[in-house]
């Protein structure tokens, strides 16, 4: 998707991938396969490039220090990458300079989670490995001193956290350019399914308009405090009792911003190229009252062409996004979206053409 | 900008480039360099694709029809396509259906065009090479018969026509699927430089609403009556006395439709995917109250980035397309789009973009 974002623009990227089936490697046509983890690839690969991003946050931080040290630029860098990269640091960070987090803390084992859990209003506690979830996956939801016992089997440092009273998820995505402008989309509602992002209304319908400039207004201090370059998506809680607290952070363009390519003036990818180039950034602004998106989850169909001519046929104004991904089922393959004045009528075009894509829907 | 309208569909293309430095070759993944008028070249290349499509129409027809003989479907096919090749089966076929036209013939000689002059209101006459001919190219004005002898000299068929006495151009683009469905952009207004496209407002600003209706049914005329598959390019004069003529046809995207990209619920490319697959069709209705395409043709300065800086910066709502040609002088080399509701100040932008990219503009 920021290949398609490039090409008006006549940039043109070279792509690190891990498997010629990756969906980047099939769109591309200047690929490497490689492994991302090996400082050798990737000093090989970048060899010639002007500037380096990324489309995951995994690439190891020392690994993107030695290509800086290499004089090739990264962006965003490897200081602002690993607040993304690690739950830990990123805590740390936030609360040093003064954006709200849920009560959390660095544990050390089980009995350490039972004083995190005594500290507040007791279990159930949130445990996170502080690198390398994603998705759900990397996150344990505890109800007591025994059930803390699976996250530190991988031997990794772990996270604890109050689990929030929230009254849904909100996400803020901003961009940020290296010598500084920044952009703010509207903050989206974020509906998620089994800890895996299912919908996304923008802007978020019925959310008090000082509520929204101050989630905007924390996304734009993270962006600028960290030093990112590209784009931010904050994923936020909305607390029953009225505060936003950050959950999550990602550094380049995120599910929670997949509208922006049909809904915003500027995409998400168009403007992460933008930032990551230097160029002044695009209009973030909306370009219908709301717009939509749900992602297509694998389900049992694999043949998606008969899916697309109920789809196309029933809903002229649909946008589908799929991935080229082998279908295979919950895995992310696409998402779709739709824009209009009714929310109804948007949500419901939305989640009926998911669902026929992924196969649940079928008349 | 086909490869990008099939990105998120799934859709991957495999083209036959006549050159690695062509605009296409540039972005997609899978190319083939070869000469189109080879028919081997088009044998070996089409084995494997599921259908064939074109960004032009020089592909000779009795190829085409070999491909098919071979079982290949091709889309448009040949039996359409040669209404776009050439223009005197073109303009039989559209005396044929009743479709209105400039005054024309097939003319043998000079002294023939006098003859064809003397049928109606005398010199000028346009004098057009039947195939071949594009941007102004293979297009004559004469005033005499002495300057009729020109056309002549490559030993093709000339075609002879009134010269027209129109108000302005107009375009009419139409999207055609196999199975007969057809949708309809607004008719636009085509503003030419020197015989090349510069500048095209959608909708055409104050047309009478039965002419551009009527303009509408013109294209979806033709397109069924030729058997179209894929986009339709009507280009149209609307005279002085108020009549609508066709000038020329184009079976594929066309640079008249560029500003769908941006300014339509659907983009010509998008459409033209999938009438070429035989999928249901994109709602092909504007986004914004007015948008505003102008080509951006080679001027002096080679690098683009500079420019980039200053029109980004300028406008955060424009659309810059490149197509990532090397720059000549007066070589189309993108197009810009901008849109909103103030017409003047729509074709400001985008005006002032063009000039500042080509560098007629520094300021």
């Known amino acids: 998707m920021t290949h398609e974002a490039g090409i008006p623009l006549g940039i043109r990227f070279k792509l690190l991938s891990d498997t010629p089936q990756d969906s980047a490697a ?15 690839t990737l000093r090989e690969f970048a060899r010639g490039c002007d500037v380096i991003t990324f489309d995951h946050e995994h690439v190891p931080t020392e690994h993107l220090r030695a290509l800086e040290a290499d004089g090739i630029p990264v962006r965003p860098g490897p200081d602002a990458l690993v607040h993304a990269q690690d739950k830990g640091v990123m805590r740390a960070k936030l609360d040093a300079i003064g954006v709200p987090c849920p009560r959390h803390r660095i544990v050390a084992d089980p009995d350490d989670v039972a004083v995190f859990a005594a500290e507040g209003d ?15 996956k990397g996150v344990w939801v505890v109800d007591s001193v025994e059930e803390a016992a699976e996250p530190f089997r991988a031997g990794v440092p772990v996270l604890a956290e109050e689990k929030v009273d929230y009254v849904r998820e909100l996400a803020a995505n901003v961009v940020r350019s290296p010598h500084g402008q920044a952009v703010a989309y509207p903050v989206v509602e974020s509906q998620q399914v089994a800890g895996v992002c299912d919908t996304v209304i923008a802007p978020a319908p019925d959310l008090d308009e000082t509520l929204a400039l101050k989630a905007e207004e924390m996304a734009l201090t993270i962006a600028k405090e960290l030093g990112v370059v590209g784009h931010l998506a904050v994923e936020l809680f909305q607390t029953r009792d009225g505060r936003i607290l950050v959950n999550e952070l990602a550094m380049r363009p995120h599910n929670s911003g997949h509208w922006t390519q049909d809904g915003a003036m500027t995409s998400q990818f168009a403007n992460h190229v933008r930032a990551v180039l230097d160029l002044p950034l695009g209009d973030p602004r909306p370009r219908a009252r709301w717009t939509v998106m749900v992602n297509v989850l694998g389900g049992d169909y694999p043949d998606m062409y008969s899916a697309y001519l109920h789809c196309m046929a029933r809903d002229p104004q649909l946008k589908i996004h799929m991935y080229g991904k082998d279908v295979k089922p919950g895995r992310k393959v696409g998402h779709v979206n739709t824009y209009g004045d009714d929310l109804d009528d948007v949500l419901e075009r939305a989640r009926h053409a998911a669902g026929y894509l992924k196969g649940t829907i079928t008349e």
Chains 1, 2 share one sequence.
């Open 26 to 40: 099939q769109v591309v046509s200047d690929v490497v396969i490689g492994d991302y983890r090996d400082l050798d």
């Open 122 to 136: 007791g279990f159930p506690v949130v445990l996170k490995t502080v690198r390398g979830g994603y998705d759900g």
